[in-house]
């Protein structure tokens, strides 16, 4: 793309309406209760016990005893502290120097484009709180052997699972979950394709585990990302 077509970028479709916040089951606040959207969502899951859960899990497998394990709830609370950390810095003007310069654009006319798309504090604390909600301990290392374990159950993704707590598990709600906000859900999915169509080879694995255990390979295990097509009306 040459450096005057991309001046030519229509920037409408990406400003974010209220379509964003909507919930999959109608969900006015309460009287007198002026929170935005997103902070909505950060307290949902900040109080959760999906959350809470983190704090026994340890985030890497760890030799010995010691008073300092990092689990999946303190990795949750650096990674906030880091994703605001960045929203924060993004939005200054000076952020968008270099790149108006890549792009021949007026860095005030594109921070004025840019500017909007950037999560707010509460949103982008709300995807890092939710992000390893569902996932085992000891890091990839227990998805995958999740994976294989339940191979003839259909077989195990961390994302998948933290998504199946947070629209269905968690009782918030009789049947829709934390019941978030469209724009927390997708966030929190990572991989925004449809699984099927980014990994095909994963619909097509024998799922069998009747194979001798020394011949198992681990990378054979690692489960694919994307979104299941039968998540898709929780959009």
């Known amino acids: ?19 964003w916040t909507e919930r999959f089951l109608p969900d006015p606040p ?13 307290g949902r899951i900040l109080h959760s016990a999906a959350f809470r859960c983190l704090q ?25 502290q880091i994703g605001s950390s960045l929203v924060a810095q993004l939005k200054f003007l000076e952020t968008f120097e270099s790149l108006s310069q890549t792009l021949n654009i007026d860095k005030n006319e594109l921070q004025k484009q840019l500017k909007p798309l950037l999560p707010s504090n509460d949103l982008i604390e709300s995807l890092c709180f939710a ?9 990839h ?5 999740l994976n294989y374990m339940m191979a003839e159950q259909g077989g195990f993704e961390g994302n998948a699972q933290t998504f199946r707590i947070l629209t269905k598990l968690e009782p918030y709600t009789e049947n829709a979950g934390m019941n978030l906000t469209r724009r927390t859900l997708l966030g ?5 394709a449809l699984l099927d169509v980014a990994s095909p080879q994963y619909a097509e694995l024998n799922f069998s585990r009747n194979i001798d255990p020394r011949f198992v390979r681990i990378h054979d295990w ?11 009306k929780m959009f």
């Open 141 to 145: 290392g227990g998805e995958t052997a």
């Open 131 to 139: 992000h390893d909600i569902g996932h085992p301990p000891f890091g």
């Open 1 to 19: 793309m040459q450096k005057n077509e991309i001046k030519q970028i229509d920037m409408k479709p990406l400003i974010i309406d209220s379509s």
């Open 30 to 42: 309460r009287e007198k209760d002026n929170r935005p959207p997103f902070r909505r969502d950060r």
């Open 56 to 80: 026994a899990k340890t985030q890497i497998h760890s030799i010995g005893e010691n008073d300092f394990y990092r689990t999946r709830l303190t990795h949750s609370l650096e990674v906030a």
């Open 222 to 232: 690692i489960p694919g990302k994307g979104i299941f097509r039968d998540d898709l």
């Open 188 to 192: 929190v999915v990572k991989y925004p």
